[in-house]
Structure formats: C-alpha cells, structure tokens
C-alpha cells in the first residue's frame, strides 16, 4: 500500500522555523522525484519545492532563500526545512512524490502550518 505521511506541522510565530518530514512506503522511494505544495484558504495549490532522483532543486521566488529541501533515501524520507516565516506561509502543506515524466503521483494528506503572533 503505497502512503505519504506528512509530520512536523504546528503554531510557530513569525520569524521562526519548522521542519516537515515526509516518510514514503510502498513504492520505491529513490526512483521518485519529490515535491513540497501548500494550499492556503480560499488559494490555489502552490509548488515550494522540487527534488529530483539525483538532487537537482527548485524553488519559487516565494521562498527561495528561506526553505530547503532535502531527500534521505535511506530512510525513505523527504524534508522540509522552513526558515524566516511568515503569516503567508500559513497553509496545509503536502508531500507529492512522481516519476520522472509525471505518470505516477502520489500525495500525502497534508500538515497544517499556522504562523502566527
């Protein structure tokens, strides 16, 4: 059975720091390239990272040079270090995992990240 469970979510203040943590099952998790979106109320879904098989990133203006991105294959885990928060950083975040050519996707359920005063 193939799962994404997402963990690492919480209140956190503004200026402050989380990381999310991802743990795949049931699918070969080094051959999957591995994306980070959020959705916040009443917006659309928004990509804040990509990681490729062999490490190759991406992030978007939004939040490029305050999120990391990073894949431990070993533990079949994907992370999301999140730096210099802010209240528009508040959303469900969810871990997607896809082949390279986007025929397979699989989606976490989601962990909610509040920043907030």
């Known amino acids: 059975q193939v799962q994404l469970v997402e963990s690492g979510g919480g209140l956190v203040q503004p200026g402050g720091s989380l990381t999310l943590s991802c743990v795949a099952s049931?699918?070969?998790?080094?051959?999957?390239?591995m994306k980070w979106w959020r959705q916040a109320p009443g917006k659309e879904r928004e990509l804040v990272s990509f990681i490729s098989t062999v490490g190759t990133l991406y992030y978007p203006d939004s939040v490029k040079g305050r999120f990391t991105t990073y894949r431990d294959n070993a533990k079949n885990t994907v992370y999301l270090r999140m730096n210099s928060l802010k209240p528009e950083d508040t959303a469900v975040y969810y871990c997607?995992?896809?082949?390279?050519?986007?025929?397979?996707?699989?989606w976490g359920k989601g962990t909610l990240v509040t920043v907030s005063s």
């Open positions: 049931g699918f070969i998790f080094s051959d999957y390239e």
């Open positions: 997607n995992g896809v082949t390279i050519g986007e025929d397979i996707s699989y």
